[in-house]
């Protein structure tokens, strides 16, 4: 079973700098890859950006060249650090750590982004 815990959010005005944090805890050895979705009201939540255990990033367009992601694997930590942050970056976002084949979701936390 792997545990998966977000923080980090919270409330900035628009151009603004953010970091998430999420740690993957339990009985596990070797994650996979680990990331980020966020879900803003009356969408659907959608990638962010997502690190494989080797390195390799893949970003959302909206997330090109302001947000990223890093991951101590040492640790099961994966981090979001978000810059320039827009009032259509408000969502809630939630950290995803893939195990054999599985995906473990964290209960997500709130980034609101003022105009």
């Known amino acids: 079973q792997v545990r998966v815990v977000e923080s980090g959010g919270g409330l900035v005005q628009t151009g603004g700098s953010l970091r998430l944090s999420c740690a993957a805890s339990?009985?596990?050895?070797?994650?996979?890859?680990m990331g980020w979705y966020r879900q803003a009201p009356g969408k659907q939540r959608e990638l962010v950006a997502i690190m494989t255990s080797g390195g390799v990033r893949t970003y959302a367009d909206s997330a090109k060249g302001r947000f990223t992601i890093s991951r101590d694997n040492a640790k099961s930590t994966v981090y979001l650090q978000m810059n320039s942050l827009k009032p259509e970056d408000t969502a809630v976002y939630y950290c995803?750590?893939?195990?054999?084949?599985?995906?473990?979701w964290g209960q997500g936390t709130q980034v609101t982004v003022s105009s």
């Open positions: 995803t750590a893939q195990f054999r084949g599985y995906d473990y």
């Open positions: 339990g009985t596990f050895f070797g994650l996979n890859a």
